[in-house]
């Protein structure tokens, strides 16, 4: 069989532990050609993706870098019998295309849940203590203690308000919990008090959180959510944390929101398109705390998505059963409910 896989690119000095790149390729290469199989190492999201289309069996990519399976590609790729996300999350193949040509799509579901967990609360923490203003000064000379002070707050019995309470919002919960904050949580899936975490509707989290940390899946009804509707009803002085994915939250909106003062700061790891181009709005924007998509590629991640993968590939081939955690398209019909709740 044909795999096509695409990761990020191995380049200059200190990449020597990564695994989840051209290099290395979380170890599919030995691991495929002593299975017989070929393997298609790709670093350019267009041009090199489009000609293996025809005759490609299996296309692999990372959410960090991601492999966009449109309608287009995926009509065009005759032979495709399975998506594999090398990660969590599989918004960048279009589902309803991939169960209208049977092609099965699958995660390597908890992952990188503690990952993105721990980057979540991070960014919280930096955000509300203004460490970007003091960092600055620290590295420009400066000693401006007022100007720092001014917009600096402890988390303490702050209201934080968890949009998506699956997996990694329970895992943030818990991490919050020591730091006597109340906690709250709208999930259409999860419509009960949990772990510390009261359920509410999603206009109160909008309306009464002091700051909003997104960890749902990119669907129909999450698509351009946080838009300048949503956003000017936060809290004037509020925290939008995003670790889940760019394009629920509004791109232009959140950046005016921000520059009007209404929203105190913006922070994640999550863009659209990814890579970023260099020009988005966000790399420039007031108050940011935004970093490249790695929060779910720690070493400890990456091992796990190695071994997932490896899983995944190793029961494709035996034609046995996929975990059914990590499924997410499967006979032609959407398999997991985080993809088709309102």
Same mark, same amino acid.
Do not use: C
């Given at each position: 069989?044909?795999?096509?896989?695409?990761?990020?690119?191995?380049?200059?000095?200190?990449?020597?532990?990564?695994?989840?790149?051209?290099?290395?390729?979380?170890?599919?290469?030995?691991?495929?050609?002593?299975?017989?199989?070929?393997?298609?190492?790709?670093?350019?999201?267009?041009?090199?993706?489009?000609?293996?289309?025809?005759?490609?069996?299996?296309?692999?990519?990372?959410?960090?870098?991601?492999?966009?399976?449109?309608?287009?590609?995926?009509?065009?790729? %005759?032979?495709? /019998? $399975?998506?594999? @996300?090398?990660? +969590?999350?599989?918004? =960048?193949?279009? #589902?309803?295309?991939?169960?209208? &040509?049977?092609?099965?799509?699958?995660?390597?579901?908890?992952?990188?849940?503690?990952?993105?967990?721990?980057?979540?609360?991070?960014?919280?923490?930096?955000?509300?203590?203004?460490?970007?203003?003091?960092?600055?000064?620290?590295?420009?000379?400066?000693?401006?203690?007022?100007?720092?002070?001014?917009?600096?707050?402890?988390?303490?019995?702050?209201?934080?308000?968890?949009?998506?309470?699956?997996?990694?919002?329970?895992?943030?919960?818990?991490?919050?919990?020591?730091?006597?904050?109340?906690?709250?949580?709208?999930?259409?899936?999860?419509?009960?008090?949990?772990?510390?975490?009261?359920?509410? %509707?999603?206009? /109160? $989290?909008?309306? @009464?959180?002091? +700051?909003?940390?997104? =960890?749902?899946? #990119?669907?129909?009804?999450?698509? &351009?959510?946080?838009?300048?509707?949503?956003?000017?009803?936060?809290?004037?002085?509020?925290?939008?944390?995003?670790?889940?994915?760019?394009?629920?939250?509004?791109?232009?909106?959140?950046?005016?929101?921000?520059?009007?003062?209404?929203?105190?700061?913006?922070?994640?790891?999550?863009?659209?398109?990814?890579?970023?181009?260099?020009?988005?709005?966000?790399?420039?924007?007031?108050?940011?705390?935004?970093?490249?998509?790695?929060?779910?590629?720690?070493?400890?991640?990456?091992?796990?998505?190695?071994?997932?993968?490896?899983?995944?590939?190793?029961?494709?081939?035996?034609?046995?059963?996929?975990?059914?955690?990590?499924?997410?398209?499967?006979?032609?019909?959407?398999?997991?409910?985080?993809?088709?709740?309102?």
């Amino acid at each position: 069989m044909k795999i096509v896989a695409l990761f990020p690119e191995t380049s200059g000095s200190g990449t020597e532990n990564q695994l989840l790149n051209t290099e290395k390729a979380i170890g599919l290469k030995p691991f495929l050609q002593e299975k017989g199989h070929e393997l298609v190492i790709l670093n350019d999201n267009e041009k090199d993706l489009n000609a293996h289309l025809a005759d490609m069996d299996v296309v692999i990519s990372a959410p960090f870098y991601p492999a966009y399976m449109t309608k287009e590609r995926l009509n065009n790729a %005759p032979n495709l /019998k $399975l998506a594999i @996300t090398a990660g +969590v999350g599989s918004d =960048h193949v279009d #589902l309803d295309a991939a169960v209208k &040509n049977e092609v099965t799509v699958v995660e390597v579901t908890g992952s990188n849940t503690v990952s993105v967990a721990e980057h979540a609360v991070m960014d919280i923490l930096i955000l509300l203590r203004n460490f970007l203003e003091g960092h600055r000064q620290a590295e420009e000379g400066e000693w401006n203690l007022s100007q720092v002070g001014n917009d600096a707050h402890d988390l303490q019995h702050k209201t934080v308000g968890i949009f998506g309470f699956g997996r990694i919002g329970q895992l943030v919960a818990e991490r919050l919990a020591p730091f006597d904050v109340t906690l709250q949580h709208y999930d259409p899936m999860n419509q009960k008090d949990m772990k510390g975490s009261t359920f509410v %509707p999603f206009d /109160k $989290l909008v309306k @009464t959180s002091d +700051v909003i940390t997104i =960890h749902a899946p #990119l669907t129909h009804s999450t698509d &351009n959510l946080f838009d300048k509707e949503v956003l000017s009803q936060m809290k004037e002085g509020s925290y939008l944390i995003n670790t889940a994915r760019g394009k629920i939250v509004n791109t232009d909106d959140v950046k005016e929101m921000i520059e009007s003062n209404h929203i105190q700061g913006y922070a994640g790891d999550v863009w659209y398109p990814q890579p970023a181009p260099s020009d988005h709005p966000w790399r420039t924007m007031p108050r940011q705390a935004m970093t490249v998509h790695y929060s779910g590629m720690t070493l400890e991640a990456q091992a796990r998505i190695e071994e997932g993968v490896k899983d995944i590939l190793t029961r494709f081939f035996e034609e046995k059963p996929f975990q059914e955690k990590d499924v997410i398209v499967d006979g032609g019909k959407i398999a997991s409910s985080s993809y088709t709740a309102e």
